[in-house]
């Protein structure tokens, strides 16, 4: 039974990190992973394994993202034919990345996942000219072999390191894609609902989520994902494109120093 310490803990990080979820268009395993594995046992309220992790990070990332796209689609941020077909694209293919990674090595995984990482926080911080007047959806052309060739890479990619790879989508869409920066976080959310479906019920009924420990985790979240949420059509592009930048490249950071020690 976890403490009233751990569990206190583990609200405020889904308070955190589901903020910067719903602002940034982030499914959250990237904030919400190391997060939930460094800070309990560095204020000393206990630890958590990485299968605890896991397990709550899946169902956490589910619930917010869900929370932050509800919000996003009524400031009307999420293109949904995009969300649809990358969804779908990233799911299939996240299969055949998760199959096809148990004839590759761990730590080759993890340096093309942070290949990538790095690839996403330079691209973030490349100058680009965007108006912040208010977006017309209908009005938003994209390239559907190139978003699905995109979607599908990613998933591949993410199913082989079991990682979603929410955060590399939002720079790609906004960059290859020219998506709006605020519509690819908003859609950036749906992809990763989409995404985060078919985990959530496997750690489910395999009986890998510690249930009273996600729950304290997604009470913090859910609001904390809608209220960041509501900030992401206020706040310049250019701005939300630098946090966003800064993000990523403490996540590439991390990923390397995991390389490098591995």
Not at 121 to 139: F, G, H, Y
């Amino acid at each position: 039974m976890a403490s009233f310490s751990m569990l206190s803990t583990l609200l405020l990080i889904g308070v955190s990190g589901a903020f910067l979820s719903g602002l940034l268009g982030l499914g959250g395993a990237i904030i919400l992973v190391p997060m939930l594995l460094y800070v309990p046992p560095l204020i000393g309220v206990g630890a958590l394994d990485m299968k605890e992790v896991a397990g709550i990070t899946i169902i956490v990332v589910f619930a917010s993202s869900l929370a932050g796209l509800s919000v996003q689609n009524k400031n009307r941020l999420v293109l949904k034919n995009l969300v649809v077909l990358m969804g779908v694209c990233a799911v299939f293919a996240a299969f055949f990345g998760a199959v096809y990674s148990k004839h590759t090595s761990s730590k080759v995984l993890l340096v093309i996942f942070a290949c990538m990482a790095a690839f996403a926080a330079v691209v973030m911080v490349l100058p680009k000219k965007e108006s912040d007047e208010d977006i017309v959806l209908e009005e938003i052309k994209f390239s559907k072999p190139k978003a699905a060739l995109i979607s599908s890479g990613i998933g591949f990619i993410g199913g082989m390191v079991g990682a979603p790879g929410a955060y590399i989508f939002t720079p790609l869409m906004i960059y290859f894609l020219k998506i709006p920066t605020k519509v690819a976080i908003g859609s950036t959310l749906g992809i990763a609902f989409v995404a985060s479906i078919s985990g959530a019920v496997g750690k489910l009924i395999t009986g890998q989520v510690p249930y009273i420990m996600t729950a304290a985790v997604v009470i913090g979240a859910v609001p904390a994902a809608r209220f960041g949420a509501r900030f992401t059509k206020k706040i310049p592009a250019a701005v939300l494109r630098k946090a966003l930048a800064v993000v990523i490249a403490f996540a590439a950071i991390r990923m390397w120093m995991d390389v490098t020690n591995y």
